[in-house]
């Protein structure tokens, strides 16, 4: 079984009012830093172990330059088993990376990239925060499949303050269109202590009712273009899907690099704490233990119902009848001896995974 590797770029030229990831300003010579800190905290989990996932996530990872990633990418293979057909993810800002600068990504290694659009309306995307256009977001990702990249993904924010599911419909037709093969739905999460909290936006956003109506709306609208749903909030054309993402639903290994990046390595669960002055100074990255022993059969079950294909109905032996009831609901849907959620049942998930699970 290849692992995953997760670098977490904490660098945003701005932080979005919704945003509650750790991130911070920008700063070349921090860059720099950032990128041999990376190197030598690579070489220190040097091994055999295979690798065919590489995903730098944010942050702003295109605030790097191409050399710096695949500075990146050469430490890596050096220090681990990389497949050639290793999948290399790279999350992009559309306001962050110009035509050349995508060209020169392609060429440093990186063969997939995930947009942050979020939305394809203009007085959305002001509201949220974003430093791209409609527009530019267009020019950007069809800039990208002019330099090479045929693995595109773009990120859909879902129950904005103040959407209609005419707007909804109106960005996922003009999403669609795009030369893209993947589609991150997810809806708004007004996190506390963002300014979005601070602002009481939730009082401006659809109510629950409404949320999931739009979330349905999404689904539906996304398999009818050929974007079909294989986990609550990613869709995917045939052959792509996110196969780093699917590493952490399949309980596979993968180890992450960076402040605030998390790890299940070595059979243990990890993570590296929020503070980049430390990840800079220090030797090797200070990690705190989550799980001695994870991946058990709860862990399992709560990961694999994320997605569409489920899991063994064996593994919900002792909750036939729990199991029974909730199909008859139209919340769960057996399919051979797999059983899974339905896209109604995403959205009530919690609740039923504490029956099934807990």
């Not at 293979?77 to 990376?97: K, R, Y």
């Not at 020169?104 to 995307?125: A, H, I, P, T, W």
């Not at 419909?169 to 909290?197: C, D, N, W």
Request: proline share 6%; charged share 20%; aromatic share 8%.
């Amino acid at each position: 079984m290849a692992a995953g590797l997760y670098i977490h770029v904490p660098f945003c030229r701005r932080k979005c009012p919704y945003c509650n990831f750790y991130s911070i300003a920008a700063e070349p010579e921090l860059l720099e830093r950032y990128t041999q800190a990376v190197c030598r905290n690579l070489r220190h989990y040097a091994c055999a172990e295979p690798v065919d996932t590489v995903y730098f996530g944010g942050g702003t990872p295109s605030l790097l330059s191409p050399s710096q990633i695949a500075q990146i990418l050469e430490t890596a293979a050096d220090c681990f088993t990389l497949s050639p057909d290793t999948e290399v993810t790279m999350e992009a800002n559309p306001a962050a990376a110009a035509p050349e600068q995508l060209r020169r990504f392609r060429e440093s290694g990186v063969n997939r990239l995930s947009f942050g659009v979020q939305s394809l309306s203009d007085s959305q995307l002001k509201r949220l925060g974003r430093l791209h256009t409609a527009q530019e977001a267009v020019e950007t990702v069809c800039a990208a499949a002019a330099a090479g990249f045929d693995n595109l993904s773009c990120d859909l924010m879902l129950a904005l303050p103040g959407q209609t599911p005419e707007e909804l419909e109106q960005t996922i037709r003009e999403m669609t269109r795009l030369p893209i093969v993947h589609i991150s739905a997810y809806l708004l999460k007004i996190e506390p202590g963002t300014p979005f909290a601070r602002q009481q936006i939730a009082a401006q956003c659809p109510d629950e009712d409404a949320a999931a109506d739009l979330y349905l709306q999404a689904v539906e609208q996304l398999n009818a273009a050929g974007f079909a749903q294989y986990e609550i909030s990613n869709f995917a054309k045939p052959g792509f899907e996110s196969r780093h993402n699917c590493k952490y639903w399949h309980c596979e290994p993968y180890l992450g690099i960076g402040p605030s990046a998390h790890s299940c390595w070595n059979g243990k669960r990890f993570f590296v704490p929020s503070s980049a002055a430390s990840f800079l100074e220090q030797p090797v990255q200070t990690v705190e233990t989550e799980d001695g022993a994870p991946c058990t059969l709860e862990e399992r079950l709560m990961l694999g119902l994320r997605l569409t294909e489920g899991v063994p109905a064996a593994w919900l032996a002792e909750k036939k009848a729990a199991v029974e009831r909730y199909c008859k609901l139209g919340f769960l849907r057996r399919t051979g001896d797999r059983v899974a959620f339905t896209p109604k049942g995403f959205l009530v998930s919690n609740t039923i995974l504490a029956e099934l699970v807990l």
